[in-house]
């Protein structure tokens, strides 16, 4: 089945760290991802979705100076969170669709628990 | 705009017995309908899809939904319930296979001897 890896799957750093999160998918071509962010107990909340090539598109709300996503190539994207603050502290999962194939399911990362302190 | 309802936060069923996890969906057009699991410190997993055809949709670990445009539900079955089932599951539509996904609030699934 479909891998998607996502790397590191735990974080803790010092408030005004930068973090970079990435997300390969290991064994299929990935043209979109997408970053989403769960809080404990509640459902996922898209962030953004990432095209490769052109510019990810952030949903409402979400501070795109904030939360910078790069994808590069068809296997990797990467979102970095920018000096990071308490608030930021949450789980991070980022998905993959295969490109050029109809009607895929997005294939998950095991997510990023990211603490700041 | 879609969105997914899952009415109950928590299913508490006993091992061997049927399993039954509700969702309904609000989406203009033909619905994607997917159901993932999760379980602690975990991404998504995913167990089945809806795109078009039979109502009855097989998945993984004997996982099975059935399709019904009239009452626009998506309910997760299985027909004997393992104590390893035990998870957060969700359910999700789209507009197309790539499209981005809305995703129920999720529903903890337990399971117990």
């Known amino acids: 089945g479909a891998v998607v890896s996502q790397h590191p799957s735990w974080v803790i750093c010092k408030s005004g760290t930068s973090v970079k999160i990435e997300c390969r998918s290991l064994?299929?071509?990935?043209?979109?991802m997408f970053w989403y962010r769960q809080f404990p107990k509640q459902s996922l909340m898209l962030m953004a979705t990432?095209?490769?090539?052109?510019?990810?598109?952030?949903e409402q709300g979400v501070e795109k100076d904030k939360f910078l996503i790069n994808h590069a190539s068809l296997t990797l994207s990467t979102l970095t969170v920018t000096s990071a603050h308490p608030e930021d502290s949450s789980f991070y999962i980022c998905?993959?669709?295969?490109?050029?194939?109809?009607?895929?399911?997005?294939?998950f990362g095991d997510g990023t628990r990211l603490s700041i302190l | 705009a879609q969105s997914v309802a899952q009415p109950e936060d928590q299913v508490n069923v006993a091992e061997g017995n049927p399993l039954t996890v509700k969702c309904t969906y609000s989406?203009?057009?033909?619905?994607?309908l997917f159901w993932y699991v999760q379980y602690p410190n975990r991404g998504l997993q995913f167990l089945l899809k809806?795109?078009?055809?039979?109502?009855l949709v097989k998945g993984s670990y004997g996982f099975e939904a059935e399709f019904n445009k009239s009452q626009t539900s998506f309910h997760l079955k299985k027909p004997s319930a393992l104590v390893s089932d035990s998870a957060l599951y969700f359910c999700?539509?789209?507009?197309?296979?790539?499209?981005?996904?809305?995703f129920g609030t999720g529903t903890q699934l337990k399971v117990e001897l």
């Open positions: 998905s993959a669709s295969r490109g050029g194939v109809p009607n895929q399911p997005q294939h």
């Open positions: 064994d299929f071509q990935a043209t979109t």
């Open positions: 990432s095209n490769e090539g052109s510019k990810a598109t952030y």
């Open positions: 989406v203009s057009g033909n619905p994607y």
């Open positions: 809806y795109i078009t055809g039979d109502n």
């Open positions: 999700a539509v789209s507009t197309g296979g790539g499209n981005k996904l809305t």
